[in-house]
Nanobody
Framework: QVQLAESGGGLVQAGDSLTLSCAASGRTFRNYAMGWFRQAPGKEREFVARIKWSGGSPYYADSVKGRFTASRDNAKNTVYLQMNSLKPEDAAVYYC?????????????????WGQGTQVTVSS
C-alpha cells in the first residue's frame, strides 16, 4: 500500500552539497513516518533522519546533525534530504522508508516499506 522512489544521488566532491528526493504513493502512505537510511559496502544499514508528514520536528542521527536537513512537500507527496558538507564517509546507497508514526525508531528492521535506493559517491 506504500510505494517509495528515491532520486537525486550522484558523484560529488568532499565539502559539496546534494539533495535527495523520495516520492511516496499508495493509499496509506500518510499513516507512516518517513525515514532516511544509508548503507555503505560492508556496513550495516544506518539511520540518518526521520520526518513526519505533519507535526513535530525532524530527528537526526548524531553523525549528520547540523549538516543534513530533512524536509517535505505535502502537495508533491515528497520528502527531501539536503546534505551539506559531505564527507567521504557519507558515501553510501541512501534509502527512504516508511515506518512507525507514533514513536521515533532508528532500527531499519522496524520500517515496513522501502525505496530502491540512490547512490551517493563522495570523492576526496
Amino acid at each position: 500500500q506504500v510505494q517509495l522512489a528515491e532520486s537525486g544521488g550522484g558523484l560529488v566532491q568532499a565539502g559539496d552539497s546534494l539533495t535527495l528526493s523520495c516520492a511516496a504513493s499508495g493509499r496509506t502512505f500518510r499513516n507512516y513516518a518517513m525515514g532516511w537510511f544509508r548503507q555503505a559496502p560492508g556496513k550495516e544499514r544506518e539511520f540518518v533522519a526521520r520526518i513526519k508528514w505533519s507535526g513535530g520536528s525532524p530527528y537526526y542521527a548524531d553523525s549528520v546533525k547540523g549538516r543534513f536537513t530533512a524536509s517535505r512537500d505535502n502537495a508533491k507527496n515528497t520528502v527531501y534530504l539536503q546534505m551539506n558538507s559531505l564527507k567521504p564517509e557519507d558515501a553510501a546507497v541512501y534509502y527512504c522508508a516508511a515506518g512507525p508514526l507514533l514513536t521515533i525508531r532508528t532500527n531499519p528492521n522496524e520500517y515496513d516499506y522501502w525505496g530502491q535506493g540512490t547512490q551517493v559517491t563522495v570523492s576526496s
